[in-house]
Structures are given as structure tokens and as C-alpha cells.
């Protein structure tokens, strides 16, 4: 099993910076990509950023050129630079793996990022 803890959600005000990131332990060798995805109240799962095994990355377009996902072999950690934030950014963010084995997909158990106006 691989396990995922997230760190560093808060509050900020508009055009500031956080910075999450999530450390993944357990089965982690089955990993393919990790991400980061958002839900904000009464919307759906959003992909934000996605990073693979390869360093290949995908953004959404809301966040790109803001966003910056980035990996740490090393720490086994995933981490999303978040600058110029919005309000329209706030959420709860979760970390997602993809595995090529089952569970094809842990989450998570989110963060909170709040941005005031």
C-alpha cells in the first residue's frame, strides 16, 4: 500500500505564495505520476498539476504559469509551488498517485488552501 500525506495548505492573501507537498511512503516503486488535484465547494475534482516518473508535466490551464509541480526521488515527495494566487484557487487540495498496480490510485487526505480578496 502507499500512504500520502499532505502538508502546507493555510491562508493567504490575494497575489501571495504557499507551497504543498506530499509525502508518499509505503509500495512507492509502482508509481507512475503524482499529483495534485483540487475540489472547491459544490464543484467537482479538478486536475491542478501532474508529474510523471519521466518529469513529464501537465497543468490545467487556470494555473499555468502560476503553478510549478516539481519531485524529490530522494524524499519520495511531491511539491506544488503556488504563486499569484487567487481567490478562485481556494480549495482543498489532495495528492494523488497512479500506480500500475492495484490500487491504481491513492489519494490523499487533502489540505485546506484558503486565498482572501
Known amino acids: 500500500q502507499v500512504q500520502l500525506v499532505e502538508s502546507g495548505g493555510g491562508l493567504v492573501q490575494a497575489g501571495g505564495s504557499l507551497r504543498l507537498s506530499c509525502a508518499a511512503s509505503?509500495?512507492?516503486?509502482?508509481?507512475?505520476?503524482m499529483g495534485w488535484y483540487r475540489q472547491a465547494p459544490g464543484k467537482q475534482r479538478e486536475l491542478v498539476a501532474v508529474?510523471?516518473?519521466?518529469?513529464?508535466?501537465t497543468y490545467a490551464d487556470s494555473v499555468k504559469g502560476r503553478f510549478t509541480i516539481s519531485r524529490d526521488d530522494a524524499k519520495n515527495t511531491v511539491s506544488l509551488q503556488m504563486n499569484s494566487l487567487e481567490p478562485e484557487d481556494t480549495a482543498v487540495y489532495y495528492c494523488?498517485?497512479?500506480?500500475?498496480?492495484?490500487?491504481?490510485?491513492?489519494w490523499g487526505q487533502g489540505t485546506q488552501v484558503t486565498v482572501s480578496s
Open positions: 494523488n498517485a497512479a500506480r500500475s498496480t492495484r490500487p491504481f490510485e491513492v
Open positions: 509505503g509500495s512507492i516503486l509502482n508509481i507512475n505520476a
Open positions: 508529474i510523471t516518473i519521466r518529469d513529464t508535466t
